[in-house]
T-cell receptor, first 113, second 112 residues
Framework: DAGVIQSPRHEVTEMGQEVTLRCKPI?????LFWYRQTMMRGLELLIY????????DSGMPEDRFSAKMPNASFSTLKIQPSEPRDSAVYFC???????????FGAGSRLTVL | GDSVTQMEGPVTLSEEAFLTINCTYT??????LFWYVQYPGEGLQLLLK?????DKGSNKGFEATYRKETTSFHLEKGSVQVSDSAVYFC???????????FGKGNQVVVIP
């Protein structure tokens, strides 16, 4: 298995632009998580899905952030419009129900100028 | 809600030294406890876990024991190597939904 696949690995954009981050979870995993990592706040859970359905999005910072999971093998995290304070590493992780272990992707490093 | 607290600040030590990273937790139930490791430029990887009191998780020479009486899950390694340089995160599971709460992480730097 190739693991959790995230793209792009690095993104540099200007304030106000739309950013879309992508994630392919491990085949057979039915839970998917989006985390954000910054020096100041550490790892923050933004949103998670079970069986493609969003369960808890209370960690999403504001309406500029949205996430979708149209099928079991793909999820997106969108920021529109982006701001410099959104600069961070965004991680996607997946797990199978009952396994209690998350497998993380390599992350997408976002820089908003 | 459930939370995890890790000791403040980076840890710098020499090769073959003994490593301890403290982790304490607050939980209403009986969580599972985890240590994840993040090597430079990579995502987090599971290092070890324990699912009930007095369980000891171990992997790659690292150990941690689930101590319910002190609500702790300290990470230890008897003799570190330069390749152990990484950021270490303590975490606990919240309920049965695989959602994890992470500590802030500790940067460990091992000097040759």
């Amino acid at each position: 298995d190739a693991g959790v696949i995230q793209s792009p690995r690095h993104e540099v954009t200007e304030m106000g632009q739309e950013v879309t981050l992508r994630c392919k979870p491990i085949s057979g995993h039915n839970s998917l998580f989006w985390y954000r990592q910054t020096m100041m706040r550490g790892l923050e859970l933004l949103i998670y899905f079970n069986n493609n359905v969003p369960i808890d999005d209370s960690g999403m910072p504001e309406d500029r952030f949205s996430a979708k999971m149209p099928n079991a093998s793909f999820s997106t995290l969108k920021i529109q419009p982006s701001e410099p304070r959104d600069s961070a590493v965004y991680f996607c992780a997946s797990s199978s129900r009952g396994a209690n272990v998350l497998t993380f992707g390599a992350g997408s490093r976002l820089t908003v100028l | 809600g459930d939370s995890v607290t890790q000791m403040e600040g980076p840890v710098t030590l020499s090769e073959e030294a003994f490593l301890t990273i403290n982790c304490t937790y607050t939980a209403t139930g009986y969580p599972s406890l985890f240590w994840y490791v993040q090597y430079p430029g990579e995502g987090l990887q599971l290092l070890l876990k324990a699912t009930k009191a007095d369980d000891k998780g171990s992997n790659k020479g690292f150990e941690a024991t689930y101590r319910k009486e002190t609500t702790s899950f300290h990470l230890e390694k008897g003799s570190v190597q330069v390749s152990d340089s990484a950021v270490y995160f303590c975490a606990l599971s919240e309920g049965g939904n695989n959602r994890l709460a992470f500590g802030k992480g500790n940067q460990v730097v091992v000097i040759p």
